[in-house]
């Protein structure tokens, strides 16, 4: 998993940016921060201690690979 900070994309670079990760095999979500951090605690990975500001994105891969080659994007 990715966390990325999407600010100052348009709505096209978003899309094509989409449409690389997904060629990689993985997924790229617009998330809220409140849902993230519950989320985050919730799964055991601590909290992000104000850390999560602005627009945020999240990457998801099913492999390592699919993570590392989405990453370059």
């Known amino acids: 998993m ?3 900070d ?3 994309m348009t709505v096209m670079q978003f899309a094509e940016l989409r449409k690389k990760t997904a060629r ?3 997924e790229y979500h617009v998330v809220k921060n409140t849902m ?6 919730a799964a055991g990975l601590g909290e992000f201690n104000g ?3 602005g627009m945020t ?3 998801f891969g099913n492999k390592k ?4 080659a989405a990453a370059r994007f």
């Open 57 to 59: 994105a999240v990457v």
């Open 6 to 8: 999407y600010t100052g």
């Open 65 to 68: 690979a699919d993570i590392s």
């Open 36 to 41: 993230l951090r519950a989320a985050a605690k």
């Open 2 to 4: 990715l966390i990325t």
């Open 51 to 53: 850390t999560l500001t």
């Open 24 to 26: 990689a095999g993985a």
